[in-house]
């Protein structure tokens, strides 16, 4: 795996938190996450990579990430019983493999789509010829999944609810064109003790408005 930066994060007192209730409520539940399918406009990025040649979903994983910074709670993790609260989240995702299996890729997060594609295309064919699953050792990450066979309404993940773990889970679909535009179904799935559903609605827009100008850095 390719040395990626931690970071700064910041530990969260959360007896003086305003998300306490709802942190103590969520959790030790069960099964923590919510989430929703939508569908999004992806013609301006989706362009963008064909222009430039560059992979189409790894552009939009770069402005989801760059939609990502701008929420706070899409930064927040626990780990260990502990809240933090991260400066930088990087990506990971499932990885196709050309005997039909799948690696785990990670992938450093740049505010430049120009700097993040170039290099998370390397990583993306390193885990192609490998045989194994790598994973992630620190919490500041974001995991993503691609479907691009399906233009789907709902989606459900696989989880260990054993192991601790409250990354945000999202989801690319099928690309659909039709009247000159380019739409895709995306799902989020995010633990309830950190994101609430305004949250993700926040991220939503965010995440649009980074999708309609792909050059465009974070604020």
Known sequence: MQEILVGSRQKIDVETWERRASFNHFRNFTEPYHGVCLRVDCTATYRYAKQHHISVFLSLLHRSLVAAHQIENFRTRIVDGVVWRYEQINGGSAVGRPNGTIGFGHYQFRQRIGEFVPEASIELERVRQ?????????????????????????????????????????????????????????????????????????????????LDAPESEPL
């Open 130 to 210: 490998r045989n194994d699953l790598e994973h992630y050792p620190e919490a500041n990450l974001i995991r993503y999944s691609i479907l691009p066979w399906f233009d789907f309404t709902s989606i459900s993940h696989a989880r260990d609810f054993s192991r601790e773990d409250s990354a945000p889970r999202i989801t690319f679909g099928k690309i659909t064109d039709a009247d000159d535009r380019s739409t895709m179904p995306v799902s989020i799935h995010v633990h309830h003790a950190l994101i609430d559903g305004l949250h993700v609605a926040h991220f939503v827009e965010k995440f649009q408005q980074s």
